[in-house]
């Protein structure tokens, strides 16, 4: 049987930012009952014309359907709106964006009032919502039962990835990918500050910039290779040695070019201090290590 043949779910939605009104929007059109609040309830109004039923209270959406959904600011705010709301028995799927470890506090505390709890993590902007095309999907982690039950429904807004029945797995998922993403903006700010002040169109340069990005991103996958083995010099293409002696030409194109290298500097350093390790024939795999032993050092009373 498929989503269409059966009774569709019905759900609340706790939160109507620019995300949970598009979320509110595709379940919705695919006619699924739907009653929604939000802490403004004007950003109720054309939702009720669409469908929707607005609760006057948290509390009052919460009790309107076993399943709620959760997107809401930051996690003091899941807090501060279920304060009053009864949770036995109900399946609670949070989509607000938090940190691994106030997922897996989140998650013990539903427990702890009688429901059961699923994390999610957001791959999209609100216009990719209901747009299959657009690639968004959604991580989720915590009760696997739970996610089973309800993936059809969770999965007509965006795609939906399971990642693990530790709850705090999708905010993590969440965050390596974002912090990937922001690495890849800070690399793409400087090469574009670079010809700031040159006679060279920034349009020209996208379509270039955009291609080589595309074609490094294989990259990835050997370094997952070389992580899984502990073989950092498993197909090495360029070696850190030759990288770490390439990187003074970045810096001093940088300074020639009046650009400040803070973006760059800071990697750049960390290649050098590994290669000091005496792992020239590596790729630059071992930089990961690295980061991970200074977290660990930075932190001596961890775990006392």
Same mark, same amino acid.
């Not at 969440?174 to 903006?185: C, E, K, Q």
């Not at 083995?229 to 002696?245: C, E, F, H, R």
């Not at 990187?247 to 990697?267: C, D, H, I, W």
């Given at each position: 049987?498929?989503?269409? @043949?059966?009774?569709?779910?019905?759900?609340?939605?706790?939160?109507?930012? =620019?995300?949970?009104?598009?979320?509110?929007?595709?379940?919705?059109?695919?006619?699924?009952?739907?009653?929604?609040?939000?802490?403004?309830?004007?950003?109720?109004?054309?939702?009720?014309?669409?469908?929707?039923?607005?609760?006057?209270?948290?509390? +009052? $959406?919460?009790?309107?359907?076993?399943?709620?959904?959760? /997107?809401?600011?930051?996690?003091?705010s899941v807090d501060e709106v279920l304060v009053g709301a009864d949770l036995t028995g109900r399946d609670l799927v949070n989509l607000t @964006?938090? @940190? #691994? *470890?106030?997922? &897996?506090?989140? =998650?013990?505390?539903?427990r702890e009032r009688g429901a059961r709890y699923l994390d999610g993590g957001i791959m999209a902007v609100p216009p990719m919502i209901g747009? #299959?095309?657009?690639?968004?999907?959604?991580?989720?982690?915590?009760? &696997?039962?739970?996610?089973?039950?309800?993936?059809?429904?969770?999965?007509? #807004?965006?795609?939906?990835?399971?990642?693990?029945?530790?709850?705090?797995? $999708? $905010?993590?998922?969440?965050? *390596?990918?974002?912090?990937?993403?922001?690495?890849?903006?800070?690399?793409?700010?400087?090469?574009?500050?670079?010809?700031?002040?040159?006679?060279?169109? #920034?349009?020209?340069? =996208?379509?270039?910039?955009?291609?080589?990005?595309?074609?490094?991103?294989?990259?990835?996958h050997r370094t997952a290779d070389q992580l899984r083995s502990g073989d950092y010099t498993k197909g090495v293409v360029s070696n850190l040695?030759?990288?770490?002696?390439?990187?003074?030409?970045?810096?001093?194109?940088?300074?020639?070019?009046?650009?400040?290298? +803070?973006?760059?500097?800071?990697?750049? +350093?960390?290649?050098?201090? &590994?290669?000091?390790?005496?792992?020239?024939?590596?790729?630059?795999?071992?930089?990961?290590?690295?980061?991970?032993?200074?977290?660990?050092?930075? /932190?001596?009373?961890?775990?006392?």
């Amino acid at each position: 049987m498929t989503q269409n @043949t059966v009774e569709k779910t019905s759900l609340t939605l706790l939160g109507l930012g =620019a995300m949970g009104t598009a979320l509110a929007r595709t379940w919705l059109s695919a006619d699924h009952p739907l009653t929604v609040w939000n802490r403004t309830p004007a950003r109720a109004s054309a939702l009720a014309a669409e469908g929707a039923r607005v609760a006057e209270s948290a509390a +009052e $959406a919460v009790a309107a359907n076993s399943l709620i959904v959760i /997107c809401l600011l930051d996690d003091a705010s899941v807090d501060e709106v279920l304060v009053g709301a009864d949770l036995t028995g109900r399946d609670l799927v949070n989509l607000t @964006t938090s @940190t #691994p *470890a106030q997922a &897996r506090a989140r =998650a013990e505390w539903a427990r702890e009032r009688g429901a059961r709890y699923l994390d999610g993590g957001i791959m999209a902007v609100p216009p990719m919502i209901g747009v #299959p095309e657009a690639g968004g999907y959604v991580f989720y982690s915590g009760s &696997r039962e739970l996610f089973e039950l309800h993936h059809r429904t969770l999965g007509i #807004p965006a795609g939906t990835t399971y990642v693990g029945e530790d709850a705090g797995f $999708a $905010a993590l998922h969440d965050v *390596a990918l974002l912090s990937a993403m922001y690495g890849m903006f800070a690399g793409v700010a400087h090469a574009f500050a670079l010809i700031r002040k040159e006679d060279i169109d #920034p349009a020209a340069l =996208a379509p270039l910039l955009a291609d080589w990005l595309v074609a490094m991103t294989p990259a990835v996958h050997r370094t997952a290779d070389q992580l899984r083995s502990g073989d950092y010099t498993k197909g090495v293409v360029s070696n850190l040695a030759m990288q770490v002696a390439g990187t003074p030409t970045f810096l001093s194109t940088a300074e020639q070019q009046g650009v400040s290298p +803070e973006l760059l500097k800071p990697y750049f +350093e960390l290649m050098s201090r &590994r290669l000091a390790e005496g792992s020239g024939e590596e790729d630059l795999t071992g930089v990961i290590d690295l980061l991970v032993r200074r977290r660990a050092v930075s /932190c001596p009373d961890q775990g006392r």
